[in-house]
C-alpha cells in the first residue's frame, strides 16, 4: 500500500508540474516546518502559543492585560474564520486536474479551449449537494452539484452544473421560491438536508414544470455512489459562436464518468449519513490520493440557430432534455481529477463560479433561467468574499488580468502608475478587436415586445416526466416508487401527499397507484394526462455502465473488505487480495480487533478496521476466506449482519472453503444456491460467489479475467463485483426476506 502510495505521488507531481494553475498558486502556498517559528500576522516571532499576558504572580493569577497584541490577534483571527456558507450547495468538495480535446470543434466555435488540440487546461471541479448546511452528510438524497473552472489562456470558464441535466423551474424569478420550499421549515427549522417534507412537495404540486425535476431526483440518481460515478450537465443552454461570424449554434455540456453511473441503495444512504457523513469527500480524496485518477467524458449537444423552433419542445426550457435520438452528444474531450486540494478552506470553500463567466466562442442564450442565473451567482460571490473575490488564489485566471478596476475591501493587486481611466494620454491598458482575441458579443437580432412571457412551448410540462419514467429499468422504477414513498410518508398534511399523487397520474398510473397505497392517499382509478408511451436512451443509469460505453468491465477504486479472525487461511487471504489490488481494488483488511490477527500457518495480519468500527455499508464488496476462523465468525452476529447487509445491499460477495457456510447461514434462501464439498465447484448465484473445493485461489499470477460466466474463482467473483450491484437479487424478492 505504499508503494502504491509513493508511485501515486510521484504521479500527481508529474502531471501537475506543467499545471499552469499549479505554478499560479505555488507562490502562496507555505509548508509549515520545526524550522519555521511562530509569529504574528505583522510578522514578529511569538515566544508562546498558550498563555495571555497577564498581571501576575507566581502565587497569584492576575487579571489579563489588553495590551497582548499577539492574544488579541489570536482571538480575533478565531471568531471571524467563517464567512458567510453558501445559501445552497453549502456542503461540497474539490479536485484540481486537467482537460483535454479528443478533437476539434472548431466547426461551430473559436473558442481555444474547444479547438486547440495542443493544450492541456487546467481545472478546479467542486461537487456538492444542494439544500443541506455545511455541516449536512453527504449521502441524503438530492441534487448533486458539477462545477468546473476551466484555467484558459484566454480567461477562466465556470460550467456551474449539476449531476441531472435538468431543473425545476423555468425562470430564474421562481429560485428563491423553489429552495425556500426544499430548505428547512422556517417555524421549526426542520428538516435538515431533504425533501422530505410538506413545503417542498406542496411546491412540486403547484408547480407542474418540477414534474420532469423530481422525477429524476426521486430516481436513483438522487443518492449517487460517488462523486466519481456521477454525470455532469451544464443544465442550461449556451452557444457556440465562431469569429467568421458564421451560424451560431446552441449547445448543452455533458460529462460522463468512465467509470460508469452508479448509486448507492436507499438504506445504504440512509446508515452511511449516521455512519460516515463525510463518505464522498473521503471517497474522491482517496481515488486520487491512490493514484486512481476519475475522468469523465467531455461532450456538447449542439443545435444550429436556424433549427431552433424544429422541436416540440423549447431549447430554452431548463426543465427540458435534448433527446440523444434527436440531438447525439458529440464527445470531443476528457477531463481528469488528479490532485487533492492543499487546503481545504482556501482552494474549495473559497472557490466561486459564476455563469456569466464564458470566453469568447462561448456565448448565453435567452435561457431565462440563465439570465437570471449570471445575475444571482455574480451577486452571491460579493456577498460571500467580497468585491475582490476574483483575486484569490484559487479563483483567479492563468492568463494576464489588467484592468481599471481599483480599490474594495481586500485588494491584493498592487498597480502602479497615475492612470485608473480611459481613455487617457498614455493609451495605457487599450480595448482588444476580435481579432486580438476580445470577446466578441453575437449581434443577435431581437424583435419582440416588453412582456412577462415565455414560449407556448414552455407550458408543456409532462411528456418529459413520462418519457422519464418510461425509459427506466425494473429496478429503477422499484426505487422511484420507493423513494416517493419515503418522501410522502414524511408528509403529515393530507393536502399536500392527496394532491401529489393526482400528479404521478399525469405521469404514470401505475405509479400514482403504487405510491398511494405507501403515502396513505386514495388509490386513483383514472390516469391524469395519458402516457405517450415513449422511451429515450441516456435517461436510465443502466445506458451509463462501462461496458454499455464500451469501455473494459473494471473494479478500480472499487472498496472491498476481507473479513479475517483468527485462524483465517493466509494462503487464500494473499491471493485474493493481490489479484483485487493488482487490478485497482482498494482492499482493506476486516477482523474482530485491529491488533494483529493469526492466521492458521502463523503468519500475523494487522486489520485496517475492526467489526465495530465500520460497517458493509462502507465497501462495494465483501470476501471471506476459508479457515477456523469461521467458526468462531458464525457465532458473532455483528458478521452476520455484515454479509446479509451486503446482501440486501444487492452487493457482491465472494466465499472460499469454511467461509461458504458463514455466507449460507446468513443469506440461506429460496432459489440461493451455494458451492458445497471438497469438489463443489465455483457456484455463482445472484451476485455471491462460492468456491468449496475446486477452484480456491492460490497462488495467483494472471491477471484477472472479468467476464460473465467465469469459471474461475476470482474471475467470477471480480466480475460481480465490476457489475457494482446484482439487482435481479432485488427484483425476485431476496432482499427483502433478510433481516438487516
Keep these: 500500500m505504499q508503494k502504491a502510495l509513493g508511485r501515486a505521488t510521484e504521479a500527481v507531481t508529474s502531471a501537475m508540474e506543467s499545471n499552469k494553475k499549479a505554478a499560479d498558486m505555488k507562490s502562496e502556498m507555505k509548508e509549515p516546518t520545526s524550522k519555521d517559528p511562530y509569529t504574528s500576522d505583522f510578522g ?8 495571555w499576558l497577564s498581571a501576575s504572580t507566581g502565587d497569584r493569577t492576575g487579571p489579563a ?3 497582548d497584541g499577539f492574544g488579541r490577534e489570536k482571538i480575533m483571527r478565531f471568531d471571524h474564520e467563517r464567512i458567510p456558507e453558501r445559501v445552497v450547495h453549502a456542503r461540497g468538495t474539490g479536485a484540481f486536474g486537467t482537460f483535454k480535446l479528443y478533437e476539434s470543434a472548431s466547426d461551430v466555435t473559436s473558442a481555444g479551449v474547444l479547438t486547440d488540440t495542443s493544450r492541456t487546461t487546467p481545472v478546479f471541479v467542486r461537487f456538492s449537494t444542494v439544500l443541506g448546511s455545511r455541516g449536512s452528510a453527504d449521502t441524503v438524497r438530492d441534487v448533486r452539484g458539477f462545477a468546473v473552472k476551466f484555467y484558459t489562456e484566454e480567461g477562466n470558464w465556470d460550467i456551474v452544473g449539476n449531476d441531472i441535466p435538468v431543473f425545476f423551474i423555468q425562470d430564474a424569478f421562481k429560485f428563491p421560491d423553489v429552495i425556500h420550499s426544499g430548505k428547512p421549515e422556517p417555524d421549526r427549522e426542520v428538516p435538515q438536508a431533504q425533501s422530505a417534507h410538506n413545503n417542498f412537495w406542496d411546491f412540486q404540486f403547484l408547480h407542474t414544470e418540477a414534474t420532469h425535476m423530481f422525477m429524476w431526483a426521486m430516481s436513483d440518481r438522487g443518492i449517487p455512489r460517488s462523486y466519481r460515478m456521477m454525470q455532469g450537465f451544464g443544465v442550461n443552454t449556451f452557444t457556440l459562436t465562431k469569429n467568421d461570424g458564421g451560424e451560431r449554434h446552441f449547445v448543452k455540456f455533458h460529462f460522463t464518468p468512465t467509470l460508469g453511473v452508479h448509486s448507492l441503495v436507499w438504506d445504504e444512504a440512509l446508515k452511511l449519513a449516521g455512519q460516515d457523513p463525510d463518505f464522498h469527500r473521503k471517497d474522491l480524496y482517496t481515488a486520487i490520493d491512490m493514484g486512481v485518477y476519475p475522468t469523465w467524458k467531455f461532450g456538447i449537444q449542439v443545435i444550429p440557430e436556424s433549427k431552433q423552433d424544429d422541436f416540440d419542445f423549447d431549447i430554452l426550457d431548463a426543465t427540458k432534455v435534448w433527446p440523444e435520438e434527436l440531438i447525439p452528444v458529440r464527445y470531443i474531450g476528457e477531463m481528469q481529477l488528479n490532485k487533492n486540494v492543499d487546503e481545504y478552506f482556501t482552494q474549495t470553500e473559497q472557490s466561486a463560479f459564476c455563469t456569466a463567466h464564458v470566453v469568447p466562442g462561448i456565448g448565453f442564450s435567452d435561457d431565462p433561467l440563465l439570465q437570471g442565473r449570471n445575475f444571482s451567482y455574480f451577486d452571491t460571490q460579493l456577498s460571500r468574499l467580497g468585491v475582490n473575490w476574483q483575486e484569490l488564489p484559487v479563483n483567479r485566471p492563468v492568463c494576464p488580468v489588467i484592468n481599471n478596476n481599483r480599490d474594495g475591501a481586500l485588494r491584493h493587486t498592487i498597480t502602479k502608475g497615475a492612470i485608473n481611466y480611459w481613455p487617457n494620454r498614455k493609451s ?29 412551448k414552455f407550458s408543456e410540462h409532462f411528456s418529459q416526466a413520462q418519457l422519464f419514467w418510461n425509459s427506466m429499468s425494473e ?48 388509490t386513483p382509478e383514472k390516469t391524469g394526462k395519458p402516457n405517450h408511451g415513449k422511451t429515450a436512451k441516456g435517461l436510465s443509469q443502466f445506458d451509463f455502465t462501462p461496458e454499455a460505453m464500451g469501455l ?55 486489520p485496517d478496521h ?91 499470477t494472471e491477471a484477472l479475467k472479468m467476464v460473465k460466466g467465469a ?9 460481480n463485483v465490476s457489475q457494482h450491484r446484482n439487482f435481479k437479487r432485488e427484483l425476485d424478492g431476496l432482499t427483502s426476506m433478510v433481516a438487516y
Aim: net charge negative.
Design 610 to 700: 475492526h467489526f465495530e468500527g465500520m460497517r458493509s455499508t462502507m465497501f462495494d464488496s465483501l470476501y471471506i476466506p476459508s479457515g477456523e476462523h469461521v467458526k468462531v465468525l458464525m457465532k458473532q452476529g455483528r458478521v452476520i449482519h455484515w454479509v446479509r447487509e451486503a446482501f440486501g445491499h444487492c452487493k457482491a460477495i465472494g466465499a472460499t472453503g469454511e467461509g461458504v457456510s458463514l455466507v449460507k447461514m446468513a443469506c440461506e434462501l429460496p432459489g440461493m444456491l451455494f458451492s458445497q464439498g471438497e469438489s463443489g465447484e465455483v457456484v455463482d448465484c445472484y451476485g455471491v460467489v462460492t468456491a468449496a473445493g475446486v477452484g480456491r485461489p492460490t497462488g495467483v
Design 44 to 51: 514578529v516571532k511569538g515566544i508562546t502559543h498558550d498563555t
Design 65 to 67: 492585560l489588553l495590551e
Design 552 to 606: 473494459p468491465a473494471t473494479i478500480a477504486s472499487r472498496m472491498i473488505a476481507i473479513i479475517i479472525g483468527d485462524g483465517f487461511n493466509f494462503a487464500e487471504y494473499e491471493a485474493v487480495k493481490g489479484a483485487l489490488s493488482a487490478a485497482g481494488a482498494f482492499v482493506f483488511t476486516v477482523g474482530p480487533k485491529r491488533q494483529p490477527v493469526k492466521s492458521s500457518t502463523g503468519q500475523s495480519v494487522a
Design 475 to 522: 429496478v429503477e422504477k422499484s426505487h422511484i416508487i420507493n423513494a416517493l414513498g419515503f418522501e410522502l410518508d414524511h408528509c403529515d398534511d393530507p393536502l399536500v401527499y392527496e394532491r401529489m399523487v393526482t400528479r404521478l397520474c399525469d405521469i404514470s398510473l401505475e405509479l400514482a397507484q403504487a405510491v398511494a397505497e405507501k403515502a396513505g392517499a386514495p
Design 711 to 719: 469459471k474461475n474463482f476470482l474471475d467470477a467473483y471480480a466480475f
Design 428 to 456: 495605457a491598458i487599450p480595448p482588444s478587436s476580435a481579432e486580438q482575441g476580445g470577446y466578441l458579443d453575437h449581434p443577435e437580432k431581437v424583435v419582440a415586445r416588453k412582456q412577462r412571457l415565455h414560449s407556448a
